[in-house]
């Protein structure tokens, strides 16, 4: 059974740092892109970023570019995704995700982890 | 990265059918098969619908179907039931290699 679960989100302040892991399980992790995904309370989906299979290739979505960088450690099935300089606009549930394969849509999503970023 | 063009809400009757459009450039839908729809029930993560346009993920209803026509690509869901009431969003890769979402639709059942 695929398993996405991300940790690490919390409060934070703004112009702080956080960093989000997500732990996988139940398929070969590093024959897939892996994806990052946010959406702000009671807004829509953004994309954030994603990272091919062995880390070579990264991309981000405009908003987060010079602040946020995607990772992966392929020994230990997990992705991250340190967030620097925070900003409230950041506040979000982040999910990380799994695309059916190449860059069809994500099939397998985490739960999803809460960042709040605020005074 | 202008995100894709959604209606915000459509509904419909049980055992209707509707269609959701979604529009972006020869960017990202017009140029790629790489379009996708999500479900999303409240608190829930998403749960993809279609990809690469037309396709189904195993487990998922054949009363839900996509299409694409140059830059705007389509939900249809077919014999509408209580529990399709729901958010939906459509994705697409686009040319520089990121994806993109549209706003968001809400499906009510009436």
């Known amino acids: 059974e695929v398993q996405l679960v991300e940790s690490g989100g919390g409060l934070v302040q703004p112009g702080g740092s956080l960093r989000l892991s997500c732990t996988t399980s139940g398929f070969t992790f590093n024959s897939y892109w892996m994806n990052w995904v946010r959406q702000a309370p009671g807004k829509g989906l953004e994309w954030v970023a994603n990272i091919n299979q062995y880390g070579g290739e990264k991309n981000y979505v405009d908003s987060v570019k010079g602040r946020f960088t995607i990772s992966r450690d392929n020994a230990k099935d997990s992705l991250y995704l340190q967030m620097n300089s925070l900003r409230g606009e950041d506040t979000a549930v982040y999910y990380c995700?799994?695309?059916?394969?190449?860059?069809?849509?994500?099939?397998?999503w985490g739960q999803g982890i809460l960042v709040t970023v605020s005074s | 990265q202008s995100a894709l063009t959604q209606p915000a809400s459509v509904s419909g009757s049980p055992g209707q059918s509707i269609t959701i459009s979604c529009t972006g450039t020869?960017?990202?839908?017009?140029?790629?098969?790489?379009v996708a729809w999500y479900q999303q029930h409240p608190g829930k993560a998403p749960k993809l619908m279609i990809y690469d346009v037309t396709n189904r993920p195993s487990g998922v209803s054949n009363r839900f179907s996509g299409s694409k026509s140059g830059n705007t690509a389509s939900l249809t869901i077919s014999g509408l039931q209580a529990e399709d009431e729901a958010d939906y969003y459509c994705s697409s890769y686009t040319t520089s290699r990121t994806w993109v979402f549209g706003g968001g639709t809400k499906l009510t059942v009436l």
């Open positions: 020869s960017s990202d839908i017009g140029g790629y098969k790489y």
């Open positions: 995700g799994r695309p059916s394969s190449g860059f069809s849509g994500i099939e397998y």
